[in-house]
């Protein structure tokens, strides 16, 4: 069983990779179409702001980067706890963290931003869901269950064959 500090550790360094890749994925995706990035930011502030997030300027686009990486980190520490109970989780990272990524679109998609202050439901864009499922399975899931499993391993890979083991 892993320490609790090299735990945390690894929880904090995967909610700011998932984070980071999620974040650079949308605002990427959404650049491309024109959308500055400021927006992203502040539509995920909108979460808790409302409409009034978009108004509030690079503040409330600061907080959703914030509200963005406490979700990602959150998210990180859920898989870990879920993980010292049932320990295929570490075992099979590749396969359980690219399954996590979707369970995570869906609870996003459905749950979450519907229970949100976000107004109206978005205009659908298929382009969008069918980049962000993916993304949610390659840049989210799969990192977090990758760098969980380092914490598992103490670091020093004990547990398993090198990538060859990371890769079931």
């Not at 870990?80 to 320990?87: G, K």
């Not at 996003?108 to 499922?133: D, E, F, K």
Request: glycine share 12%.
């Amino acid at each position: 069983m892993p320490t609790t500090r090299s735990l945390l550790l690894c929880v904090l360094a995967a909610g700011l990779v998932a984070g980071t890749l999620d974040i650079v994925y949308a605002t990427t995706f959404w650049g491309l179409k024109g959308v500055p990035a400021q927006r992203i930011g502040q539509s995920i502030a909108a979460g808790v702001l409302g409409k009034d997030a978009f108004g509030g300027g690079n503040a409330s686009a600061a907080l959703g980067l914030v509200l963005h990486y406490f979700i990602a980190t959150m998210m990180a520490a859920a898989y870990a706890l879920v993980a010292r109970r049932w320990p295929a989780l570490v075992a099979r990272p590749v396969r359980y963290g690219l399954l996590y990524g979707l369970l995570l679109y869906v609870l996003m998609t459905y749950v979450v931003v519907p229970l949100s202050a976000l107004p109206g439901p978005a205009a659908a864009n298929t382009l969008w869901i069918a980049c962000s499922i993916v993304a949610h399975a390659l840049l989210v899931g799969l990192p977090i269950a990758l760098i969980v499993r380092r914490g598992f391993a103490g670091g020093d890979r004990a547990h398993g064959q090198g990538l060859a083991a990371d890769a079931r």
